[in-house]
């Protein structure tokens, strides 16, 4: 799962949508914090 996410991150990158990418990040970001508190 991690590498699927690895690979949409470096994909956005390449492309250089900054703004798709930070969307991206933070609900990533959004789901490790869900992850801890469960």
Avoid: H, P, Q, S
């Avoid at 949508?17 to 933070?26: D, E, P």
């Avoid at 490790?32 to 469960?38: A, D, N, Q, R």
Wanted: proline residues 0%.
């Amino acid at each position: 799962m991690i590498k699927f996410f690895r690979k949409i991150r470096y994909d956005l990158m390449e492309k250089n949508k900054t703004g798709k990418y930070f969307k991206y990040a933070l609900g990533e970001i959004v789901l490790v914090v869900i992850g801890i508190k469960k």
